[in-house]
């Protein structure tokens, strides 16, 4: 039977919800994927299967919010060459790894996963650096970035968009919103290469995937347009709260057994 069959109404319904604020809060700070992976895990999806489709819908909203934010000439290709390729690769390498992972290790591994991310950006500060909009970008260090979150994109997923908003704060004369520029479109880069991998594997519910996607990309579209105009601090405590809350949940269910 399909697995879109497996699913009702009622819990696609929430995993659209759980979409719409994943794709909203990940065009702001990065992190969307620390909602959309626990969820589905959640709900019941095998981890393979959780993996290929939370990549599905995550490229709805990465490429919603990579448009606009290119549109705003908040990201100019020319300068990120170097990390789009080192990207790319890397996803493909990472989303080819994990398609091989035997599903009681990845299952094992993803909340640990998704409980570091939560944990660090409920004590990391995102660091500020002036606005240099002519600045150049250094193009060496562009390829080991890429490449490594690229690799970590592919093979596992939840808070890479918030992971290249702080090592670009960190590496490159950028402000807070040119980073979150560079972010929101090298994760459309790694989303991408990784869904096709996942695709050619039979590792994508395509009803499900699709259903959230459109969800995503509505609140991508708007938190694109909210980050843009006025910032983030208002929704990064409720953000971590759930993050933490449904990692309890996954740790809870897959670790000790519990329903």
């Known amino acids: 039977m399909p697995l879109e069959l497996l699913v009702d109404p009622t819990t696609l319904a929430i995993l659209a919800g759980v979409a719409f604020i994943a794709g909203f809060i ?6 969307g994927g620390l909602l ?6 959640t709900a019941g999806i095998p981890p393979h299967l959780a993996l290929g489709t939370s990549k599905l819908c995550a490229t709805f909203g990465s490429a919603t919010a990579s448009l606009t934010f290119y549109r705003r000439k908040l990201f100019d290709p020319s300068a990120w060459r170097y990390a789009l390729i080192a990207t790319a690769v890397g996803s493909t390498l990472g ?4 398609h091989w992972l035997p599903a009681e290790w990845l299952m094992q591994m993803l909340p640990v996963v998704v409980f570091a991310c939560g944990v660090y950006l409920l004590f990391s500060r995102t660091p ?6 002519d600045a150049p970008i250094p193009r060496r260090r562009q390829w080991p970035q890429g490449f490594a979150l690229g690799f970590y994109d592919g093979v596992a997923g939840p808070g890479t968009g918030a992971f290249w908003t702080v090592s670009s704060l960190l590496l490159y004369p950028l402000d807070l919103l040119r980073a979150s520029g560079v972010a929101r479109t090298m994760n459309f880069v790694s989303n991408i ?3 096709v991998v996942f695709i050619i594997g039979g590792q994508v519910a395509w009803v499900l995937g699709l259903s959230m996607g459109v969800a995503l990309m509505a609140g991508a579209f708007l938190g694109a347009r909210t980050a843009i105009s006025g910032g983030s601090k208002f929704i990064r405590p409720v953000f971590i709260l759930v993050v933490l809350a449904l990692t309890v949940r ?7 057994g519990q329903a």
């Open 26 to 31: 990940d065009a702001i700070a990065g992190g």
């Open 36 to 41: 959309t992976m626990p969820a589905l895990l």
């Open 95 to 98: 989303a080819a790894i994990a």
């Open 128 to 133: 500020t650096a002036p606005v240099i909009s």
């Open 193 to 195: 290469t990784a869904l």
């Open 250 to 256: 996954l740790a809870w269910q897959h670790w000790f």
